[in-house]
């Protein structure tokens, strides 16, 4: 068992752990298919820089110096969770007075560092993890979808909440069950569904906006009606709180719901999190998401209207949507959450927290934990800033073909290793030993993926090796993390500048082999190939042959080829691949914030632009201008949807403070006089008749749009659509992109002589950043191991 990776301590099988009382851990095993509880003592602690913050704390603890020079020297251990608070409060206190600085809390005093979840500290101290010795499918999961209503009375007080109409659940044997309040009231639902959920004992649940809306309506709806919500494994209630999950690449606010001994896994964060870094999701609405990865299902009900109003016309169709949904949420977490069922193994946190949490923290708990064992002290984090980025940029605009991109196998991590690159303060050479590691797992993984004929296997070690790529590929970004513990821009701007000459001597060496570059990216290069190179056998050799300049452990590889690429602006591009699939990336090209009718505008245009159709792309124009004027479509087309993150007061103050400006989702649900918090989604449209409007005073709630008496603003979306044909403009001289995007076509229009202009760009000088006591001889616990 490699330690580093998958901590110190071999116990197996163990699917949960959560805090008993003030130091017992209680972890829950599935030992064949049922579960079995052990409880185990528990050592709170915290890191110190000095013990004189401590002189006056007068309860049992050990204070334990540490080996090395780093920052927090010291490390305090309890025997209790309360007495490891009582320690902050007065660290806090006494930084305090000798600094005179204000500290709000332990997040702000520069005296200690503390991990504030007591799962995480067990985890780390005991070297256990989760999961480990199972495969995805020893984990027995339940899925989740609830069904509510708006708020009967918008304007009535807090109690006016929205009502549960329906509930679906279903797990992984196949079992599903419909509970509806057509048959019983809302209060006698939660009850059954209490039963139900302990009567099916799942390790974890899942659901889309689980976090975010299901789970927070449900535990309202169980103190609205005073009925104990018993869902937690020994019948305990779920514990929420509001929280800001902490991820390099994105901070959301949402609600952290406890429940004991099982995981909550949001599928819409799992989305969220997969779609950072490729950018694959048009839509994060579950329907969209389910069309891409459920499989088996030949038919897909897709409501024109809300799923309430459904459930009041069409129940039948109302559950077989229920249905949907809960099928579709299991087929997302078994493509996108297998990564964080086998990062769960090797890091110290918990499946819920490992499934919404960045990487940054996957690899500073790993850091932690080796530190911790090996009783090491600690860094704080470095102050600065990187002034190197990745290497992008466009070189060419326009539609070309035969296009090749070649990758720069793991750029980053390979630099690391090829260098020898680690942080100044990781005294103990942790940092690359865990990437080389992880390199070598993963690259086992592969071969045996290679090698192995048992479609299941396959697929779990492909879901292995996917799990090690995510931590490799973060260690750069750790590195350049300013709130990470052992971060130092320093060595990520070594890092940058080594890849920056790389790519540009690769760049020199396709010109030499007379490649025209269309386009670099961080650590790829799109290009055409010479005449002489058509086919895949070709491209592959040409690219080896470039690789062979490269230096030792860098290598590069074909990473795809396609039939058309449409070039447009630095990390925006459309690429259409040999089997006429389209992908399209960049949010400058195509936003998921766009309304609806503007993404298909979009992908339609760009699928006509890389056909060369030019009468197609005008006729699409005058299409859409038509269909707007004639207002020939449905609400979901026009309106926006956006997620409220503050709540309403906050809101309020900071627009009569002069902060922020008037938004239209609260000051539709304003108008509407709908109660709103933070992760509620508003959907609005636009009304008037003039372009220069205020949205923020002049639109309503999606749910309002009448077909048979419309009031939806055309001239301000008309106006949206020119602005979006704009787009284009780069690709036409001015005369022929006018001729194109025009209703006015008196005498029809004729594409003769119309071409699309493949311009040669003047790139950026310089690269662009990627848009991250004494101690006790008579009781000796785990500080004292060797």
């Not at 298919?33 to 309860?59: C, H, K, M, W």
């Not at 088996?296 to 039948?316: A, C, F, N, V, Y």
């Not at 303060?425 to 048992?454: C, H, Q, W, Y």
């Not at 229009?749 to 101690?775: H, L, N, Y």
């Amino acid at each position: 068992m490699n330690v580093l990776l998958h901590g110190h301590s071999p116990a197996t099988h163990t699917v949960a752990a959560q805090q008993l009382d003030d130091s017992h851990i209680r972890l829950y095993k599935r030992i064949d298919g049922q579960i079995v509880q052990e409880d185990v003592e528990f050592f709170p602690f915290l890191f110190l820089s000095n013990p004189a913050y401590l002189a006056t704390y007068d309860r049992k603890h050990w204070m334990k110096q540490l080996a090395g020079g780093n920052f927090f020297r010291f490390l305090a251990v309890f025997t209790r969770w309360t007495d490891l608070w009582e320690a902050v409060r007065i660290i806090i206190e006494s930084e305090r007075t000798a600094t005179g600085r204000r500290i709000d809390g332990y997040a702000d005093a520069e005296s200690m560092h503390v991990r504030p979840d007591p799962i995480t500290q067990y985890l780390m101290q005991s070297g256990t993890t989760l999961f480990k010795g199972m495969v995805f499918d020893d984990v027995r999961r339940l899925q989740l979808s609830v069904l509510s209503s708006p708020p009967a009375h918008p304007r009535a007080p807090r109690k006016a909440d929205e009502s549960i109409l329906a509930v679906a659940v279903a797990d992984t044997t196949g079992w599903e069950l419909v509970l509806d309040t057509k048959k019983l009231d809302e209060a006698s639902l939660l009850v059954e569904l209490d039963r139900v959920i302990r009567e099916r004992d799942p390790d974890v649940i899942e659901g889309h906006r689980l976090l975010e809306h299901d789970m927070p309506l449900l535990l309202r709806r169980f103190a609205y009606y005073e009925t104990p919500c018993t869902i937690g494994r020994d019948g305990r209630e779920p514990r929420a709180a509001q929280s800001r999950w902490g991820s390099q690449e994105i901070e959301q606010d949402f609600t952290v719901i406890d429940v004991a001994g099982r995981h909550l896994i949001d599928t819409h964060l799992l989305a969220e999190m997969h779609d950072f870094s490729r950018r694959s999701f048009e839509s994060m609405d579950l329907a969209t998401l389910g069309a891409q990865f459920a499989t088996g299902q030949t038919r897909r009900i897709r409501p024109s209207i809300r799923p309430d109003q459904l459930w009041h016309q069409e129940p039948k169709e109302a559950h077989a949507l229920l249905l949907q949904n809960v099928r579709d949420i299991r087929a997302l977490a078994n493509n996108l959450a297998v990564s964080s069922f086998y990062l769960t193994q090797m890091v110290p946190l918990s499946y819920g927290v490992v499934a919404r949490t960045g990487s940054a923290a996957k690899i500073e708990s790993l850091l932690l934990r080796e530190y911790l064992r090996q009783k090491h002290s600690i860094p704080k984090p470095s102050q600065g800033s990187q002034t190197t980025g990745g290497y992008a940029e466009v070189f060419m605009t326009g539609v070309f073909e035969r296009v090749v991109l070649a990758d720069v196998e793991s750029l980053y991590p390979s630099i690391i290793l090829h260098r020898d690159i680690r942080p100044e303060t990781d005294e103990l050479a942790i940092f690359p030993a865990l990437l080389k590691d992880l390199v070598a797992m993963r690259l086992g993984a592969k071969r045996s993926m290679s090698a192995s004929e048992n479609p299941a296997e396959r697929a779990r070690l492909d879901a292995l090796q996917s799990s090690f790529k995510i931590l490799i590929n973060s260690f750069y970004g750790y590195l350049a993390y300013s709130r990470g513990l052992f971060n130092d821009f320093a060595r990520a701007d070594e890092i940058t500048k080594t890849g920056q000459e790389l790519l540009r001597s690769i760049l020199k060496q396709i010109e030499l082999h007379n490649g025209q570059i269309l386009e670099v990216d961080t650590d790829g290069v799109f290009f055409v190939p010479p005449d002489n190179v058509a086919d895949e056998e070709t491209e592959g050799s040409l690219v080896q042959r470039i690789s062979e300049s490269l230096p030792e452990g860098i290598q590069l590889v074909p990473a795809g080829r396609y039939q058309k690429m449409l070039s447009y602006k630095k990390k925006n591009y459309a690429l259409v691949g040999y089997d006429g699939t389209l992908t399209i990336r960049g949010s400058a090209l195509i936003s998921r914030s766009m309304e609806r009718y503007l993404r298909r505008f979009l992908r339609l245009a760009v699928s006509n632009l890389l056909d060369q159709n030019i009468a197609g792309l005008h006729t699409l124009y005058a299409t859409f201008y038509s269909d707007i004027a004639n207002h020939r479509w449905e609400a979901l087309d026009f309106c926006r949807t956006e997620t409220i993150h503050d709540p309403f007061a906050v809101y309020e103050r900071e627009i009569g403070e002069g902060k922020r400006n008037p938004a239209a989702a609260y000051e539709v649900a304003r108008r509407a006089g709908r109660l709103i918090k933070p992760g509620d989604r508003i959907s609005y449209y636009v009304t008037g008749t003039a372009t220069g409007i205020r949205v923020s005073e002049n639109s309503r709630p999606a749910e309002e749009w009448d077909p048979n008496f419309p009031d939806e603003n055309t001239a301000y979306y008309l106006s949206r659509l020119a602005e979006t044909a704009d787009k284009f403009e780069i690709f036409f001289i001015p005369e022929d992109f006018r001729k194109i995007f025009t209703v006015d076509d008196l005498f029809g229009f004729d594409p003769a002589g119309i071409k699309i202009m493949a311009r040669r760009t003047v790139p950026e000088s310089g690269a662009s950043a990627s848009t991250d006591q004494q101690e006790s001889e008579e009781f000796g616990i785990w500080i004292d191991r060797s």
